[in-house]
């Protein structure tokens, strides 16, 4: 992405009104980022969902002026950022209609054909809470998955921590700007996360750690992996929000069961209780219910077309999916260019011969 074009997305992130489905409705209309604000506003009004109140603000000066200010913050400090249509940008975020049109990292992050999982909880672990997360990671690092957390107190840093003893890639999304870190006694745990993994955050520079930051990252850590794991919550707090926001992406979620009487595990209960998500006791659970346990073939392309026949709209599906692992129906729709009645008739033609199979999460994938 050019200047011009980092410019613009900048631009449109600093206006008060345009949130990141409103960016990504324009962006999709006018070609680019720099392309909105080269339209005039009667042809912007047009689009649909798009208002005068949206608009409010488009063409101010403030707006731009900031936008250049981060610029030559990025490009001083060597910031890196990924737009969402970018190949590298997390491909389970790209499923998401509010995620983030860009966001900012650092570190040593490569998601290509990985595993992707969440991990959050209580600020206020237990020592039941401390040995799940123990053995849950010992027990799910052959799989060598990504663990993504919120770098916060509890559950957060100390799952974090564990992926990195066990060699796992780490990633820590983060509630503020990449130029300080919150709290300030994880600063030590930076280096280390950076060897493997690394940090993402939509916010600026100039952006603060404020309540409200923190809620909103909270659809990036369930955005970008394939489940959600709640591992110790309160009747009330950030994880159960995290939780509600993964189900309403129709990821799997997961809750560690705990005693009625304790207080952190009172909201994981409630998640069970309330089939908001799956109850697990250990790392098989999790293992089991997402298929992970079941070896990916990559020879199977050459077999399946050799011995199965596969019509063009079927063979185009299967490839999509060998390539890029599971997918919901929406997002085969949209990569194969096909009506989602097509999608849905043809998938299950396919699991008929045995080349597709449905998995939990309303996924599907090449077998």
């Not at 449109?12 to 909105?36: E, F, M, T, Y």
């Not at 659809?219 to 309403?248: H, Y």
């Not at 097509?342 to 999460?361: A, D, F, H, Y």
Request: hydrophobic share 40%; glycine share 6%.
């Amino acid at each position: 992405m050019d200047a011009n074009e980092l410019i613009a997305v900048l631009r449109l992130q600093h206006i008060p009104h345009i949130g990141d489905v409103s960016a990504k409705k324009l962006i999709s209309h006018c070609g680019s980022p720099a392309a909105v604000f080269a339209n005039k506003r009667q042809q912007l009004l047009k689009i649909d969902g798009i208002g005068s109140f949206t608009l409010s603000g488009l063409y101010d000066a403030q707006h731009r002026e900031a936008a250049e200010a981060e610029y030559e913050y990025i490009q001083k400090n060597k910031i890196g950022y990924t737009y969402f249509k970018d190949m590298e940008h997390p491909k389970y975020l790209k499923h998401c209609i509010d995620s983030p049109t860009l966001l900012f990292k650092r570190g040593n992050i490569d998601l290509t054909g990985r595993k992707i999982i969440s991990v959050v909880g209580t600020r206020n672990i237990t020592s039941y809470g401390t040995a799940f997360c123990e053995k849950f990671i010992e027990d799910i690092a052959p799989l060598n998955p990504v663990i993504v957390s919120g770098f916060a107190y509890g559950v957060d840093i100390t799952v974090q921590k564990l992926a990195v003893k066990h060699g796992l890639q780490t990633i820590g999304c983060l509630a503020h700007g990449l130029n300080q870190m919150y709290p300030k006694v994880h600063s030590k745990y930076i280096k280390d996360v950076e060897k493997n993994g690394g940090f993402y955050t939509e916010f600026w520079s100039t952006s603060q750690p404020e309540r409200e930051h923190f809620l909103k990252r909270n659809r990036i850590i369930a955005g970008m992996s394939e489940a959600t794991v709640v591992v110790e919550s309160a009747e009330k707090g950030g994880s159960l929000v995290t939780a509600d926001i993964a189900n309403s992406y129709n990821r799997d979620v997961f809750a560690v069961p705990g005693r009625t009487k304790d207080r952190y595990s009172v909201g994981c209960n409630n998640l069970i209780k309330q089939q908001k998500a799956h109850m697990m006791t250990s790392a098989a659970d999790l293992i089991y219910l997402l298929n992970w346990d079941i070896a990916e073939k990559k020879t199977q392309n050459v077999q399946k077309q050799f011995f199965i026949e596969l019509d063009d709209t079927e063979q185009s599906i299967y490839d999509y999916l060998l390539k890029d692992g599971k997918q919901q129906l929406d997002s085969i729709a949209l990569e194969c260019q096909l009506p989602i009645f097509k999608v849905s008739s043809t998938l299950l033609n396919m699991e008929m011969k045995g080349v597709v199979r449905p998995l939990p999460g309303k996924l599907f994938e090449a077998i």
